[in-house]
């Protein structure tokens, strides 16, 4: 199996008080199109790895290779990241429409997100009035609506009741086979 993503030696520390705290250390690994979850214990540097793999934060050394250059990478944080001045609907279909895909397509590419975290009724409501666990549904269904081949998620499920919790794994793993 050719990997999607090497990990290569990564190394990664954070300055506090004039004090050197390295957070990853040589990390190197391979994942292929598979499900990996990435464990450890809180402050250990998860979520720190995760936003290198996205390029959202950069690495002291080391390098993530891409398998595929033009890879799409959704990534759905532990807490709620959406805008506040537009709709559920606008929130999801917001990385379609920068893509470049109309705003028809968009949304109907949007609006099947939605339904798939149960949201199908709440799409004109704004951000401030929906639950936090309605919140992180949003969030989930717009990492998913760029059809991503590679999907990074950061305890996204923390925030939500049981029942939820359990149904959204479901259906990602669902759509992941």
Known sequence: MQPVISIRNIIKTFKEGGKALPVLDGITFEIGEEFVAILGPSGCGK??????????????????????????????????????????????????????????E??????????????QSFENFYPRELSGGM???????????????????????????????ESLRSEVLDMWQ
Do not use: C
């Not at 968009?106 to 997100?113: M, P, S, V």
């Not at 998913?144 to 939500?160: K, T, V």
């Open 47 to 104: 979520t720190t790895l995760l936003r290198i793999i996205a390029g959202l934060e950069k690495a002291d050394s080391g390098e993530i290779v891409f398998t595929h250059k033009d890879a799409q990478i959704g990534f759905v944080f532990q807490s709620p990241t959406l805008l506040p001045w537009m709709t559920v609907l606008e929130n999801v279909a917001l990385p379609l429409r920068v893509r470049g895909m109309s705003l028809r």
């Open 106 to 119: 968009a949304e109907e590419k949007a609006r099947k997100y939605l339904s798939l975290v149960g949201l």
């Open 135 to 165: 919140k992180q549904r949003v969030n989930i269904a717009r990492a998913l609506a760029i059809e991503p081949l590679i999907l990074l998620m950061d305890e996204p499920f923390s925030q939500l009741d049981p029942l939820t919790a």
